[in-house]
């Protein structure tokens, strides 16, 4: 099955994922289902500890901390192609190397996207797989 161009977990729809396309890295572990929902479940794991310090940097108004937290989970997030989230921490990331934070409207939209990001990712690390 195919979505953004990928195949998608066994037992999916090519619907199931609009923000999110782990196809990429299924290929790169060479179709190894079972190792991608793990890497989804450390995600699911990690993440949004790293987001909450990401939030608590930017309201702290601590731009440095900003750029470390946005690196190290775009980084994460480009792993499963999550491109609008992956933007969106790339330009806090550049703000952050400026010297600056994002505006609240800015963190807004970080937090929207970050939680349909992560529900994907839950969802992908939780899906039976075909055998």
Known sequence: MKT?????????????YLHIDPSDLLEAVGGDAGTVAALART???????IFSRLEQATLAGNADATRH?????????ALFNARVL???????????RQGQTPRPEELVQLQVSFG????????YAHAPMST
């Open 43 to 49: 995600f699911v794991d990690s993440a949004p500890d």
């Open 86 to 96: 992956t933007a969106l921490l790339l330009q806090t990331e550049q703000a952050g």
């Open 4 to 16: 953004q161009g990928g195949t998608v977990h066994p037992g999916q729809s090519e619907s199931d």
């Open 69 to 77: 937290e946005s690196h190290t989970l775009k980084g994460m997030c």
């Open 116 to 123: 349909l990001v992560l529900e994907e990712i839950r969802r």
